[in-house]
T-cell receptor, first 112, second 112 residues
Framework: RKEVEQDPGPFNVPEGATVAFNCTYS??????FFWYRQDCRKEPKLLMS???SGNEDGRFTAQLNRASQYISLLIRDSKLSDSATYLC???FGGGSNYKLTFGKGTLLTVNP | SQTIHQWPATLVQPVGSPLSLECTVE??????LYWYRQAAGRGLQLLFY??????ISSEVPQNLSASRPQDRQFILSSKKLLLSDSGFYLC???????????FGDGTRLSIL
């Protein structure tokens, strides 16, 4: 089983649509979770951390299900500027293990 | 606030030539530092990480090396580049512990 696995995509949605990305991870001891976005030929940028209770930042909602080892990202009212690759990121260690593992990403294109 | 600088943005090198990419962080002390490579159409691969001056951990065997001569300086080197070293190289930093990482602008390396 891959360490961090994401929907293969690509996703093509019209402006205003709601789109959801899913991600599964293999290590039940994982402690921290993030979503990043990466624009074409640019560096990844932190979109949001994912907390056990779920968290929301404007149009973006992230949820974590530890029992199923599953993370999701929901984007409401999609904008053209949301077009990017979305990376699911998991820290497989705890304490002194500082390494994050990145999923391969899901490409989103929002169309006018 | 913290900033990360990485240079050069683009580099074209012949096979067999040496490499030196530099990354510096400002606005924080004793950050964790990371080097990643992203090959075309693929996910991020962690190459090296460092939790302090002179402390380097290598993730994959390769002809690259890393050094951390100062607290906020991280250098990626090679004595002889291979064609397979082409890719998008990204430096990142984080606070100690299970914190998100923040990336530099990246260096796009092409080997001819």
């Amino acid at each position: 089983r891959k360490e961090v696995e994401q929907d293969p995509g690509p996703f093509n949605v019209p402006e205003g649509a709601t789109v959801a990305f899913n991600c599964t991870y293999s290590n039940s001891a994982s402690q921290s979770f993030f979503w990043y976005r990466q624009d074409c030929r640019k560096e990844p940028k932190l979109l949001m951390s994912v907390y056990s209770s779920g968290n929301e930042d404007g149009r973006f909602t992230a949820q974590l299900n530890r029992a199923s080892q599953y993370i999701s990202l929901l984007i409401r009212d999609s904008k053209l500027s949301d077009s990017a690759t979305y990376l699911c990121v998991v820290n497989f260690g705890g304490g002194s293990n500082y390494k994050l593992t990145f999923g391969k990403g899901t490409l989103l294109t929002v169309n006018p | 606030s913290q900033t990360i600088h990485q240079w050069p943005a683009t580099l074209v090198q012949p096979v067999g030539s040496p490499l030196s990419l530099e990354c510096t962080v400002e606005g924080t002390s004793n950050p964790n530092l990371y080097w990643y490579r992203q090959a075309a159409g693929r996910g991020l691969q962690l190459l090296f990480y460092s939790v302090g001056i002179g402390q380097i951990s290598s993730e994959v065997p390769q002809n690259l090396s890393a050094s951390r001569p100062q607290d906020r300086q991280f250098i990626l080197s090679s004595k002889k580049l291979l064609l397979s070293d082409s890719g998008f190289y990204l430096c990142a930093w984080s606070f100690q512990g299970d914190e998100p990482q923040h990336f530099g602008d990246g260096t796009r390396l092409s080997i001819l």
